[in-house]
């Protein structure tokens, strides 16, 4: 299992548009992709999911982990913090 933590710097957090990025990026990955919200503690949501990533309520300067497991886990996780670093662009 790979996991990484990251600070979200996006103005609306992980909010409509982000969150539908953030949830298509994970589904291109083919391990199983976890996330949660590290300064608001709660649950682990799937990151395919765009109503589960919502129902995190990341906002602005919020930590989040993400886990990747399976045969492309390091990428993924590498992948889904770079995508968030840069502000999603």
């Not at 608001?40 to 129902?55: D, E, F, H, I, Y």
């Not at 399976?70 to 990428?75: H, L």
Request: hydrophobic share 45%.
């Amino acid at each position: 299992m790979e996991r990484g933590m990251v600070k979200v710097i996006n103005d609306v957090g992980l909010h409509a548009r982000p969150a539908a990025l953030f949830v298509a990026k994970a589904a291109s990955f083919k391990s199983d992709i976890r996330i949660q919200n590290t300064t608001k503690p709660g649950k682990w949501v799937n990151a395919k999911s765009v109503l589960g990533v919502l129902t995190l309520g990341v906002e602005k300067d919020h930590e989040i982990e993400i886990t990747a497991e399976g045969e492309d886990e390091v990428e993924a996780v590498r992948q889904m913090i770079a995508l968030i670093k840069n502000d999603f662009a």
